[in-house]
């Protein structure tokens, strides 16, 4: 069964960067099959995709965030992280790491349980 | 960016009635569409992608239909554990997009 598991503080001043960790289980992100995504959720409000990285390091961003986000893969560690520099009081966000299927075919699969990060000075 | 339209935004339904969601592509999007079931204070649970294919595990009753830009997901017979907030998601091109969601609440 696979699993995943953000980590990372709760709290972020602004103008700061924001950085999160996703633990994969039962999976690895060295498999071909899959994009490892983050995605986050404004309390309250609705999902928003922030990108993702395949296992060759390849990356694809929403263009919203792309100037402020940055998202790496560790293989070794079985990890994918996020960055996002500057951020503002918008960010405060539900963030999700979740697992994509690369072949387009079956959609996020499996996702982490979530974490809130807030941003506040 | 492709935008999602989900109609209703929310609704009451009682256990039992059978609840369609309707979900709108700005463009056309094949049947690259995913639907996910979610409550409060947990992550999305996918519940159909390809448009009409159901996720292993989840119940029968839950369907989903539509190709193009005008999908639907029907829940046959409402149950309690059903009530919920329901999105759609589109993964036919970049950034992915979701819709707005839908949330089921009780009458």
């Known amino acids: 069964q696979v699993q995943l598991q953000e980590s990372g503080p709760g709290l972020v001043k602004p103008s700061e960067t924001l950085s999160l960790t996703c633990t994969v289980s039962?999976?690895?992100?060295?498999?071909?099959?899959?994009?490892w995504s983050w995605i986050r959720q404004p309390p309250g409000k609705g999902l928003e995709w922030i990108g993702y990285i395949y296992y060759s390091g390849s990356t694809n961003y929403n263009p919203s965030l792309k100037s402020r986000v940055t998202i790496s893969v560790d293989t070794s560690k079985n990890q994918f992280s996020l960055k996002l520099s500057s951020v503002t009081a918008a960010d405060t966000a539900v963030y999700y790491c979740?697992?994509?299927?690369?072949?387009?075919?079956?959609?996020?699969?499996?996702w982490g349980q979530g974490t809130l990060v807030t941003v506040s000075s | 960016a492709i935008r999602m339209t989900q109609s209703p935004s929310s609704f009451s339904a009682s256990t039992g009635d059978r609840v369609t969601i309707t979900c709108r592509a700005s463009q056309g999007i094949s049947s690259y569409l995913a639907w996910y079931q979610q409550k409060p204070g947990k992550a999305p649970k996918l519940l159909i992608y390809a448009a009409s294919t159901l996720q292993s595990g989840v119940p029968s009753r839950f369907s989903g239909s539509g190709s193009g830009t005008d999908f639907t997901l029907t829940i046959s017979c409402l149950q309690s554990e059903d009530f919920a907030t329901y999105y759609c998601q589109q993964y036919y091109s970049y950034p992915r997009t979701f819709g707005g969601g839908t949330k089921v609440e009780i009458k």
């Open positions: 039962g999976g690895s992100v060295s498999s071909g099959s899959y994009y």
């Open positions: 979740a697992r994509e299927h690369a072949t387009a075919v079956a959609g996020t699969d499996y």
